[in-house]
């Protein structure tokens, strides 16, 4: 896969930081200027051509992305700002409102802050409890201990589809199984999972998944909650103003149907026109393909700095485009920065997902993270770095 060229921002560079963000291809650059060009206009309320052209392109790619990740409708995609916002939305409006107090939700040891952080607030709200299910020792959520702590007290269990620290592939299907079985709604944290591997809603079998699009070669600033028709049509709104209504008066103000009352004020247009484009690149490529290469590159990544012998690796064997490390007696940050000298990005820290480096025993790790535009260089690049900081470090 020789993709190195559609992507302005990684030609002469060795990017391993695409689990942060992605870089964006020239056509998804192109479509956010003509968007913001020649194209540009407001949505849903124009009288004129050019937006109503727009409304057409922004509820297009509601379709678009529906079909992506396999929606039963597009009334299920539901515009957020990124995953972060999508979580909060589900945690205010469904377990602020369902959950009582002496009700509990389901983590696991491994998620990512925004999917901690906000099950925190509303269950502070409303009385809740949260458990936390452990990993396996090659770092896997375990559905078997999970399937053993779940009762019907819990009401919501949100784990993540892909760990953005570790490349840990979730059974999303036997841990929506599980979540149902004691009465549970699940929600998947799909921010890693949607740029590497095909994501099929309804076979996943969960309740509610995000995304951002910055992860998935679009822009920042927009993301899906996707949600079941029926969990949507009983959530209150998350925030007032334009767009969301029905009617308002001073009196009372009904609310639009969902999606619609989800999306208040002027939406981000030009991201939403930006990530159906992102949608078409992934899509023109394959996201077989894209998962295939990825596991390519981090399988020989892996087999490489395990020769080191002085680098740890942490995750499993088949983790999905993702692989963190520590080098023996190196602090993350060091290595990050000798490995920027020679051109190498990597991540170095905590990843926004302390407890599972108090669960690793470290305070941060090195991450490399791979896109569909890295290849074989950006290994030899990472290994050559590597081999630098210990001859640095002795
Ligand atoms: N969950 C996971 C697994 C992530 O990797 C990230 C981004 N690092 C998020 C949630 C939050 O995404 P965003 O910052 O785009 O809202």
Not at 235 to 240: A, E, I, L, N
Not at 310 to 336: K, T
Request: glycine letters at 8%.
């Amino acid at each position: 896969m020789d993709l190195r060229s559609d992507f302005p921002g990684v030609r002469d560079w060795h990017y391993l930081d695409s689990a942060a963000t992605a870089q964006k291809p020239q056509a998804v650059i192109d479509a956010i200027a003509r968007a913001y060009g020649e194209d540009y206009a407001t949505v849903h309320r124009g009288v004129y051509a050019r937006s109503a052209n727009m409304t057409l392109a922004y509820e297009a790619a509601r379709r678009k992305v529906a079909l992506f990740v396999n929606a039963r409708s597009e009334a299920e995609i539901v515009y957020v700002r990124g995953a972060t916002e999508g979580i909060n939305l589900v945690a205010q409006c469904w377990a602020g409102t369902q959950l009582e107090a002496g009700d509990r939700i389901l983590l696991s040891t491994l998620e990512h802050h925004s999917n901690i952080v906000p099950w925190q607030i509303a269950a502070e709200k409303v009385g809740a409890a949260i458990d936390v299910v452990p990993l396996t020792v090659d770092h896997r959520i375990d559905l078997d201990a999970m399937q053993a702590m779940i009762t019907p007290r819990h009401r919501m269990v949100a784990l993540a589809h892909v760990s953005n620290v570790l490349g840990s592939v979730l059974d999303c299907r036997r841990a929506a199984d599980i979540a149902h079985s004691g009465g549970a709604k699940i929600l998947i944290d799909g921010c890693q999972a949607v740029p590497r591997l095909g994501v099929d809603v309804q076979a996943l079998d969960c309740d509610f998944y995000v995304f951002s699009a910055h992860k998935l070669y679009g822009p920042t600033g927009i993301g899906v909650l996707w949600a079941r028709t029926e969990l949507l049509d009983a959530m209150p709104p998350y925030q007032g103003g334009g767009s969301m209504i029905d009617k308002v008066t001073f009196e009372k103000t009904t609310y639009a149907p969902p999606p619609t009352r989800f999306e208040a004020g002027t939406p981000h247009i030009v991201g939403v026109v930006g990530l159906a484009a992102a949608i078409d690149y992934v899509e023109g490529i394959g996201l077989d393909a894209i998962h295939a290469h990825e596991c390519a590159l981090v399988g020989r990544a892996r087999a490489a700095l395990e020769s080191l012998n002085s680098v740890r690796l942490f995750g499993p064997e088949d983790s999905a485009g993702i692989l963190s490390f520590e080098v023996e007696g190196v602090h993350p940050h060091d290595v990050g920065t000798i490995l920027d000298e020679t051109g190498v990005a990597i991540r170095a820290g905590h990843h926004c997902a302390q407890p599972l480096m108090r669960h690793l025993g470290v305070e941060a790790t090195a991450r490399a993270s791979f896109g569909i535009y890295s290849d074989q260089s950006d290994v030899d690049a990472l290994v050559e770095g590597l081999e630098r900081v210990r001859k640095i470090f002795g």
